[in-house]
């Protein structure tokens, strides 16, 4: 489980956009809300979340939840809908393209078990439906969708003739109204290639996470676990999770970003960015804004702040906990200091 999976399909030149970063209008936001099952076995769950004032729930079909690898092939469409849309086609919500294609775009095996991996994913994101509550003053409005509006498999066999057990050569997928309302207003973000060689479906949800809140900037975003478990959607025991956070940042695969944690929060850096390339995780945490600085001179007068910061932070890494608050800490500590030793 340490490995990335192989790059089964090197030749590709495919530039993939994520939609789960999009925000669209009064539906949801779905990176902050785990909308596709981790689970390699059919989950059956009813999922039920609030966010911004809204209900959501996420009802399965009979066959389940979409699976976050299910998601591979949502990700395909919107990636060549905003190609599309970049050439300045006016695009509408029906895609056509190959099952191979898909294949080979987001690195899946390309077997005869594979193609019916596929259109059983079809049929989960087609049938996974998302149901929201918007209240407007005194009356509720509930909406529901699913994560694709439709799709349509033509198969051809050797003699020619259509057949449902032929192979596929034609694949329409229609996306839902609220994915091409995000495409067309480019809500979407890139994501790196190797998102789909990752083997862990938590590995996936975390990168998510990760690219939604840290992106291209310079510090750090910093998370408690439990609250990391719900955003990813992981319903293992708590003690669990921590082994398999663990081990995803022991293995350190999850694209452009660093992880760590401390026991109780989660530390997310981009990768080799600005001041924090080089720094150690934990003393990226303890940033200090020019304010926190102005208000610990203030706390702790005639002190050289450059030599208090630095004892501080030492001191703050020796706790094994990082600050919620830095500036608020290092001016705490700066108030301690001079009540200890006033600089008259």
Not at 71 to 91: A, E, F, Q, T, W
Not at 254 to 281: C, H, N, Q, S, W
Request: glycine share 8%; with cysteine.
């Amino acid at each position: 489980m340490g490995r990335l999976l192989p790059d089964r399909h090197p030749d590709r030149g495919f530039f993939i956009l994520d939609v789960t970063e999009a925000s669209p209008k009064d539906d949801m936001a779905s990176m902050e809300h785990p909308i596709f099952s981790l689970s390699s076995r059919p989950d059956m769950r009813e999922l039920e979340y609030e966010h911004a004032g809204q209900r959501l729930r996420v009802v399965p079909s009979g066959k389940g939840l979409a699976t976050i690898l299910d998601k591979d092939i949502l990700l395909y469409c919107i990636s060549k809908l905003v190609h599309d849309l970049n050439r300045g086609i006016d695009v509408g919500p029906t895609v056509e393209l190959t099952a191979h294609e898909v294949m080979v775009g987001t690195n899946w095996r390309t077997t005869a078990a594979s193609y019916q991996r596929f259109e059983d994913a079809l049929v989960r994101l087609r049938g996974t439906t998302i149901v929201t509550d918007i209240r407007t003053g005194a009356e509720v409005q509930t909406r529901g969708f699913g994560l694709i509006e439709a799709f349509e498999i033509d198969r051809r066999d050797e003699g020619g003739a259509l057949s449902p057990f032929g192979r596929m050569t034609k694949v329409r997928v229609t996306v839902s109204d609220w994915t091409l309302r995000a495409i067309k207003g480019m809500e979407v973000l890139s994501i790196s290639g190797d998102y789909f060689r990752l083997r862990r479906p938590l590995e996936r949800r975390i990168y998510e996470i990760a690219r939604k809140h840290v992106g291209e900037q310079e510090r750090p975003f910093v998370i408690r676990v439990e609250t990391l478990q719900k955003k990813v959607g992981s319903n293992s025991p708590l003690k669990k999770f921590r082994y398999f956070l663990r081990e995803i940042i022991a293995d350190g695969h999850v694209p452009d970003y660093d992880l760590a944690f401390d026991g109780e929060r989660v530390i997310m850096t981009r990768k080799g960015r600005g001041r924090m390339a080089g720094l150690p995780l934990f003393e990226a945490t303890l940033e200090l804004s020019e304010d926190g600085r102005a208000r610990g001179r203030a706390a702790a007068p005639g002190y050289d702040i450059h030599a208090l910061e630095s004892e501080w932070r030492a001191f703050a890494m020796g706790q094994g906990t990082l600050p919620r608050d830095p500036d608020a800490a290092f001016v705490g500590f700066c108030r301690k200091r001079h009540a200890r030793t006033p600089i008259r």
